[in-house]
């Protein structure tokens, strides 16, 4: 994941305002030396070491202010903690006597070392959702409702940015593409052809839909380490039966039950935004899937020709070959860093 979070709970009788703020460690275990011993873990206890160091580049990245004064997180609660195996720094702090029209936020934390590091913004009671990108790094903040068509449209907005960032989900529907075998762009318009591939990506869809619904709905969570690391053993799994040309294998069972994992491996943003309105849950639900499908489509759409091309020579077996083997090197790479091997 490659997102922080951020909260403001705002008060409207004594306009007060209780900021959360939670920043995945992960950027600092890697770009900031903060591994004291140089075992490749960073534990809580060299987090609290390096507390100071990190505290000081979230007030240098993340300025908020109010009547173009500068709000200090000075004298703020931090705390570390783990989410689904991944570890969180937590800031909280209270603030009165803000009005949130003339609120403001500057954000550049992490896009120095990754340029698609994303900030999501909630601000309870229907007043809006946001996400802040490397491309755009300010926000103004409003008292006025948003619509649920614009949280629609914003969620739409991330779910299709999430799985164009996702390179496993693409791997996974590279691989799924290759197993179809269409011969010819003509296969493309001919419904007998199309009707399998259909059928393929339509249960994906519906499984991992399925799995974001019960995880983003705190129904319940898996351990997030099994989840990606069997998200790559699926991507292997895909890969050798296409190298072996085993693609009779590759049926509908098996892409519904990896589709689950899939859509687990989705959910983490809507679990960590937490949005308590049931209306603007389901919305916001509803327009992060939309978007995920809708990127995937677009894959499809821009993927399938060119396998068509690559494919239509003398080679063709030889390049599904070298294109399912490269699937599995890597997938085999991400299941031995997921599993901790690396």
Same mark, same amino acid.
């Given at each position: 994941?490659?997102? /922080?979070?951020?909260?403001?709970?705002?008060?409207?009788?004594?306009?007060?305002? @209780?900021?959360?703020?939670?920043?995945?460690?992960?950027?600092?275990?890697?770009?900031?030396?903060?591994?004291?011993?140089?075992?490749?873990?960073?534990?809580?206890?060299?987090?609290?070491?390096?507390?100071?160091?990190?505290? /000081?580049?979230?007030?240098?990245?993340?300025?908020?202010?109010?009547?173009?004064?500068?709000?200090?997180?000075?004298?703020?609660?931090?705390?570390?903690? +783990?989410?689904?195996?991944?570890?969180? !720094? +937590?800031?909280?702090?209270?603030?009165?006597?803000?009005? @949130?029209?003339?609120?403001?936020?500057?954000?550049?934390?992490?896009?120095?070392?990754?340029?698609?590091?994303?900030?999501?913004?909630?601000?309870?009671?229907?007043?809006?959702?946001?996400?802040?990108?490397?491309?755009? +790094?300010?926000?103004?903040?409003?008292?006025? #409702?948003?619509?649920?068509?614009?949280? @629609?449209?914003?969620?739409?907005?991330?779910?299709?940015?999430?799985?164009?960032?996702?390179?496993?989900?693409?791997?996974?529907?590279? !691989?799924?593409?290759?197993?179809?075998?269409? #011969?010819?762009?003509?296969?493309?318009?001919?419904?007998?052809?199309?009707?399998?591939?259909?059928?393929?990506?339509?249960?994906?869809?519906?499984?991992?839909?399925?799995?974001?619904?019960?995880?983003?709905?705190?129904?319940?969570?898996?351990?997030?380490?099994?989840?990606?690391?069997?998200?790559?053993?699926?991507?292997?799994?895909?890969?050798?039966?296409?190298?072996?040309?085993?693609?009779?294998?590759?049926?509908?069972?098996?892409?519904?039950?990896?589709?689950?994992?899939?859509?687990?491996?989705?959910? /983490?943003?809507?679990?960590?935004?937490?949005? #308590?309105?049931?209306?603007?849950?389901?919305?916001?639900?509803?327009?992060?899937?939309?978007?995920?499908?809708?990127?995937?489509?677009?894959?499809?759409?821009?993927?399938?020709?060119?396998?068509?091309?690559?494919?239509?020579?003398?080679?063709?077996?030889?390049?599904?070959?070298?294109?399912?083997?490269?699937? !599995?090197?890597?997938?085999?790479?991400?299941?031995?860093?997921?599993?901790?091997?690396?």
């Amino acid at each position: 994941m490659k997102e /922080n979070y951020l909260t403001l709970n705002y008060h409207d009788n004594n306009h007060s305002m @209780l900021l959360l703020l939670q920043i995945e460690t992960r950027p600092f275990e890697i770009y900031f030396n903060i591994d004291n011993n140089h075992n490749e873990i960073v534990s809580y206890k060299e987090l609290y070491h390096h507390q100071n160091t990190l505290f /000081n580049y979230v007030q240098e990245n993340l300025q908020l202010t109010h009547k173009s004064n500068i709000l200090s997180l000075q004298n703020a609660t931090i705390s570390f903690y +783990r989410n689904q195996d991944q570890t969180y !720094m +937590r800031i909280e702090k209270a603030y009165s006597s803000i009005d @949130l029209n003339q609120l403001n936020l500057h954000y550049s934390m992490f896009f120095k070392y990754e340029k698609d590091h994303k900030l999501i913004i909630h601000l309870d009671k229907l007043r809006g959702d946001y996400i802040l990108s490397n491309t755009e +790094r300010n926000y103004n903040f409003s008292s006025f #409702k948003m619509s649920q068509m614009e949280r @629609l449209y914003i969620f739409l907005k991330d779910g299709f940015h999430h799985i164009l960032d996702g390179l496993d989900h693409l791997l996974f529907i590279l !691989m799924l593409l290759l197993s179809i075998q269409l #011969k010819s762009y003509y296969d493309l318009i001919k419904i007998n052809k199309l009707i399998p591939l259909l059928k393929l990506i339509t249960l994906f869809s519906i499984a991992h839909s399925f799995t974001l619904f019960i995880s983003a709905s705190n129904l319940y969570h898996p351990n997030i380490t099994f989840i990606e690391s069997n998200i790559a053993l699926s991507i292997f799994v895909v890969a050798l039966l296409n190298f072996l040309h085993k693609f009779q294998h590759i049926n509908y069972y098996i892409v519904f039950g990896f589709g689950l994992l899939h859509g687990f491996g989705f959910a /983490n943003v809507l679990h960590m935004v937490e949005i #308590k309105d049931t209306a603007s849950f389901v919305v916001s639900l509803l327009g992060f899937n939309l978007g995920v499908e809708f990127g995937q489509i677009l894959v499809i759409l821009i993927t399938l020709p060119l396998l068509i091309l690559i494919l239509q020579n003398h080679y063709k077996i030889y390049v599904l070959k070298i294109l399912s083997l490269l699937a !599995m090197i890597i997938s085999a790479y991400w299941f031995a860093e997921r599993i901790g091997l690396l």
